[in-house]
């Protein structure tokens, strides 16, 4: 019986031929990621040239304590002398770092302390955000345990409309299809090669909220031309078998999508099209996080946001996913002109989006959003709301004032 990527990659890093769902399987960890605090008390860690480290949720550190745990990571980094350290001024958010800098690699196995971890999927890399106590485990052994679960095959036709993004793809499928809980998503079809990496990145990232297990995307010419001069290390890309067996098929058609937003509180059965709740009053917009703080995203929002205003009472907030993608933002003249329309640009963290800092949202205040989550509580305040949508749409609603479809601006 042949195997999916997924389960191919999981028994490549094992002693098995073959995985199947069902199976729990030991694998050999690539590459381990940790980031803002190291436990002082570890002795001995497995491989040094296998761990990445930076400090990407509280950047610059904005309490005591946050500062005490950047302390603790930078003599980590001292006492193990790990290379791969992205210090304060070279950081970025975890899993853009790692595509970014080429340490997420076709058919490796890659993990982190962070539940978007997933993410690097758009790199033909098995990546899933594992528990502290996991992470402790595999820093010290450098292997892991997983259960193989069956694996949803995601087919996409065809071209995205005009002001409709990978992000709108991402929130249809679970308004559509409710969630993949201890599932894997396996994307395919034409409609992929209109998808560049930044898209592919958004969509599995967001495939946590999802709540994939592995969310992966093929090896194919554009993660190839991606990777040429980036690839820290040699890599084996992976492919399905021919007769991969396959628990569900999907076929989404692009051409058909419209712009969407994901209402507050849940992610499964929960997205709409954005014209169904135009007009919704928002306090905030905010582009950022490991979903959409890339420079293609502050193209979109310059785009939208020259020669307008952000309307008043409302505030827009864009937050980099990496110190170089603030650089290059710079460079290009998106950020003079976002911030010429009203918006507050600021350095590469994690910061509004798990409402750390840079943008907490207060009692019974709207959010649109181009971050990861929605839930209440999550951005600040819990009785305040958050939708989420693409960054058009963020950027389209913080010039009105109201959620608005970006094909009206």
């Known amino acids: 019986m042949g195997m999916t990527t997924v389960e191919k990659i999981l028994a490549s890093h094992s002693d098995q031929k073959e995985v199947k769902p069902g199976d729990v399987v030991m694998v050999e960890v690539d590459v381990s990621v940790h980031f803002d605090r190291m436990r002082p008390d570890v002795l001995r860690i497995n491989d040094p040239n296998k761990v990445v480290l930076l400090h990407?949720?509280?950047?610059?550190?904005?309490t005591v304590q946050a500062a005490n745990n950047a302390k603790l990571l930078r003599e980590f980094v001292e006492?193990?002398?790990?290379?791969?350290?992205?210090?304060?001024?070279?950081?970025?958010i975890s899993h853009v770092l790692v595509a970014q800098e080429g340490f997420a690699l076709p058919g490796k196995i890659l993990t982190n302390a962070d539940s978007h971890t997933c993410s690097s999927g758009a790199l033909n890399c098995l990546a899933r955000g594992m528990g502290p106590s996991e992470m402790l485990y595999i820093l010290c052994k450098g292997r892991t345990w997983f259960l193989v679960g069956p694996t949803t095959k995601v087919v996409l036709e065809g071209e995205l409309p005009e002001r409709v993004y990978p992000r709108d793809v991402i929130h249809y499928i679970p308004g559509k299809y409710g969630d993949f809980a201890g599932r894997n998503l396996e994307w395919h079809g034409d409609g992929l090669g209109g998808i560049g990496m930044d898209g592919r990145l958004t969509m599995a990232t967001i495939s946590a909220e999802l709540?994939?297990?592995?969310?992966?995307f093929p090896y194919d010419s554009i993660?190839?031309?991606?990777?040429?001069?980036?690839?820290?290390?040699?890599?084996?890309?992976?492919?399905?078998d021919d007769d991969a067996q396959y628990d569900q098929t999907i076929t989404v058609d692009l051409g058909s999508l419209e712009p969407q937003v994901m209402l507050p509180g849940k992610v499964a059965w929960n997205s709409r099209s954005v014209r169904e709740v135009a007009g919704q009053k928002v306090d905030q917009a905010f582009i950022?996080?490991?979903?959409?703080?890339?420079?293609?995203?502050?193209?979109?929002a310059a785009e939208i946001v020259d020669g307008r205003h952000v309307a008043p009472g409302t505030r827009f907030i864009v937050t980099p996913g990496s110190q170089e993608i603030l650089k290059q933002a710079i460079k290009m003249g998106y950020v003079e002109t976002l911030m010429d329309a009203g918006a507050v640009v600021t350095n590469s963290t994690c910061g509004a989006c798990f409402g750390g800092h840079m943008g907490v949202l207060g009692d019974g205040e709207v959010c649109i959003t181009a971050s990861t989550r929605n839930f209440k509580g999550r951005m600040g305040s819990p009785s305040a709301d958050v939708f989420m949508g693409s960054p058009a749409t963020v950027a389209a609603s913080a010039v009105t004032g109201v959620i608005t479809d970006p094909r009206d601006i």
């Open 56 to 62: 990407d949720h509280l950047v610059p550190a904005p």
């Open 79 to 92: 006492k193990f002398k790990v290379p791969n350290y992205f210090p304060v001024g070279a950081h970025g």
């Open 223 to 240: 993660l190839e031309e991606y990777l040429e001069g980036r690839a820290k290390w040699p890599y084996e890309p992976a492919h399905p």
């Open 288 to 300: 950022g996080s490991c979903a959409n703080g890339r420079l293609s995203d502050f193209a979109i």
């Open 211 to 216: 709540s994939a297990e592995f969310s992966l």
